[in-house]
T-cell receptor, first 118, second 110 residues
Framework: GAVVSQHPSWVICKSGTSVKIECRSL??????MFWYRQFPKQSLMLMAT?????????EQGVEKDKFLINHASLTLSTLTVTSAHPEDSSFYIC??????????????FGPGTRLTVL | QQPVQSPQAVILREGEDAVINCSSS?????VHWYRQKHGEAPVFLMI?????EQKGHEKISASFNEKKQQSSLYLTASQLSYSGTYFC???????????FGTGTRLTVIP
């Protein structure tokens, strides 16, 4: 159990367009979902924490108007990169916290989405 | 508040041991360890909770010293499949978000 999926797995878009990435918990309800960004040869950087039915909490330096997060249900969170530019090209990974598992906030990661902005 | 890992990179011959350290400047509730292969998402290895516990699975084990805000990952008798980048992830006391360490690139050669 505890499977998280992401869609799409990769996307190439033109500069100025918007891209939506979906993160779904397939076999559990996720009280909290997290969005990370990873540039080549770097660590995963937490972008925002998303709770179902409430506004996301963004980390310092992350533009909330550019990276729109919607957590509409306990199994789905979406990240929309608005007006994407080449510097937004990165590997975007989501994770979900099952909560109440007694495992110290264990997070389950999706397979990631590679975004390339031309 | 990114945890710092050491070493940054290490090369081992098959069968050798390695230790990867993770240090935080914040009080921690838990430490998570992950391994990431190139182009893939991180794979969960283990989680250690506040209380100074140690854990292990086959030839990979870890310890967590909450007083020092440090954790170490021990890889014994390394195998080729152990190659990858290892990240610690820390959860601060009173929080639920995970901050990843700087990473350690491990390469196991025959």
């Amino acid at each position: 159990g505890a499977v998280v999926s992401q869609h799409p797995s990769w996307v190439i878009c033109k500069s100025g367009t918007s891209v939506k990435i979906e993160c779904r918990s397939l076999d559990f309800q996720a009280t909290t979902m997290f969005w990370y960004r990873q540039f080549p040869k770097q660590s995963l950087m937490l972008m925002a924490t998303s709770n179902e039915g409430s506004k996301a909490t963004y980390e310092q330096g992350v533009e909330k108007d550019k990276f729109l997060i919607n957590h509409a249900s306990l199994t789905l969170s979406t990240l929309t990169v608005t007006s994407a530019h080449p510097e937004d090209s990165s590997f975007y990974i989501c994770s979900a916290n099952r909560g109440g598992s007694g495992r110290g906030n264990e997070q389950f990661f999706g397979p990631g989405t590679r975004l390339t902005v031309l | 508040q990114q945890p710092v890992q050491s070493p940054q990179a290490v090369i081992l011959r098959e069968g050798e041991d390695a230790v990867i350290n993770c240090s935080s400047s914040k009080a921690l509730y838990s430490v998570h360890w992950y391994r990431q292969k190139h182009g893939e998402a991180p794979v969960f290895l283990m989680i250690l909770l506040k209380g100074g516990e140690q854990k292990g699975h086959e030839k990979i084990s870890a310890s967590f010293n909450e007083k020092k805000q440090q954790s170490s990952l021990y890889l014994t008798a390394s195998q080729l499949s152990y190659s990858g980048t290892y990240f610690c992830g820390t959860v601060r006391t009173g929080a639920n978000n995970l901050f990843f360490g700087t990473g350690t690139r491990l390469t196991v050669i025959p």
